[in-house]
């Protein structure tokens, strides 16, 4: 069983900055994948970043150059840095897994940012 704790969401200014952390049962290196994704009221789930086995990111156009994705193997943790966040941001953010053909899901923290 796999165990995703994510961390780190909370109340925001716009312009403000946010590291969320997930926290892994295992390491990382036994996933494929790991990423960020967000969910806003009333809207789909939609990946924000994710950040492979190899060490590759892909960072969401709508994201780019505000939002980092990073790890730390020691830790089994993947990190989303949030650069000068906008309202738009605000949204329930998971950490999603994915090894062998089966995506695990953290229970996803809160962004709210405020204008």
């Known amino acids: 069983q796999v165990q995703l704790v994510e961390s780190g969401g909370g109340l925001v200014q716009a312009g403000g900055s946010l590291r969320l952390s997930c926290v892994a049962s295992?390491?990382?290196?036994?996933?494929?994948?790991m990423g960020w994704h967000r969910q806003a009221p009333g809207k789909q789930r939609e990946l924000v970043a994710t950040?492979?086995?190899?060490?590759?990111?892909n960072v969401a156009d709508f994201v780019k150059g505000r939002f980092t994705i990073s790890r730390d193997n020691t830790k089994n943790t993947v990190y989303l840095q949030m650069n000068s966040l906008k309202p738009d941001d605000t949204a329930v953010y998971y950490c999603?897994?994915?090894?062998?053909?089966?995506?695990?899901w953290g229970q996803g923290t809160q962004v709210t940012v405020s204008s």
């Open positions: 999603k897994s994915m090894r062998g053909g089966t995506d695990y």
């Open positions: 295992r390491s990382i290196f036994s996933f494929n994948s």
């Open positions: 950040i492979t086995v190899g060490g590759s990111t």
